[in-house]
C-alpha cells in the first residue's frame, strides 16, 4: 500500500513538473494598445469632438437656466401670486429639460456611453483576435491583461505582448496570420 502511494505520488510529481514545463503565460496591457493604436486614437478624437458639441450644449442650457433664475429673483419682489407661481412652474420646467438632457447625453446607458460602445466594439475585437494570434504564433498558453481587474503583482517585461500586439494591428494583422 504505501508502495503505491509512493509510485502514485511520484507519477504525479512527475505529471505537474511536465504540466508547468509546456505551460507559457504572457500578459499584454489593453489601455497602452488602445492609446498608442491610431485607430483608437481617430475614434477617441471623434468622440471628443461630439461630446464637446454636447457638453457647449449643455453648458448654454445650463446659463440660460441660470440667467432665467437670477431674472426672476430681481422681479420676484414685484410679481403677483399667480406670476410666481407661473414662473417658477416654467423655471422646473427648465432645470427639468437641463436634466434630463444631461442624462440623456452623459449618463448611465447614455449617448456618450453608446457611441463609445458602438465605435470601439470592432477595435477592441480586432485586438482580441490580434493577441489570441500573437499567442499562438509565440506558443503562449495564456495571456493576462495588465490593465485590468486581474491583478498581476509581477511581470519579466520578456513575457509582454503589448508591443507584438501593437506591431502586428499597425501592419494591419489580426487572425489572417497562420498559427504555428
Do not use: H
Not at 453648458?59 to 440660460?64: I, K, L, P, T, V
Not at 403677483?80 to 420646467?93: N, V
Amino acid at each position: 500500500m504505501i508502495k503505491n502511494a509512493a509510485v502514485l505520488a511520484g507519477i504525479l510529481l512527475f505529471s505537474a513538473s511536465a504540466l508547468a514545463q509546456t505551460t507559457r503565460v504572457a500578459f499584454v496591457n489593453s489601455e497602452k494598445i488602445l492609446l498608442d493604436l491610431p485607430e483608437a486614437q481617430a475614434v477617441q478624437k471623434e468622440l471628443e469632438s461630439v461630446v464637446k458639441g454636447w457638453q457647449d450644449e449643455l453648458q448654454r442650457m445650463q446659463d440660460e437656466f441660470q440667467k432665467s433664475v437670477e431674472d426672476y429673483q430681481k422681479k420676484e419682489a414685484v410679481l403677483s401670486a399667480t406670476a410666481k407661481e407661473t414662473q417658477q412652474r416654467q423655471l422646473g420646467e427648465m432645470r427639468q429639460k437641463v436634466q434630463d438632457y444631461q442624462v440623456k447625453k452623459f449618463g448611465q446607458g447614455g449617448e456618450m456611453q453608446e457611441l463609445r460602445e458602438e465605435r470601439f466594439t470592432p477595435i477592441r475585437e480586432r485586438i482580441l483576435k490580434t493577441i489570441e494570434s500573437v499567442a499562438k504564433d509565440e506558443g503562449f498558453n495564456f495571456v493576462f491583461d495588465r490593465a485590468g481587474d486581474v491583478i498581476l503583482l509581477y511581470a519579466d517585461t520578456k513575457y509582454d505582448l503589448t508591443y507584438k500586439v501593437l506591431d502586428d494591428l499597425k501592419r494591419g494583422g489580426s487572425s489572417t496570420k497562420p498559427s504555428k
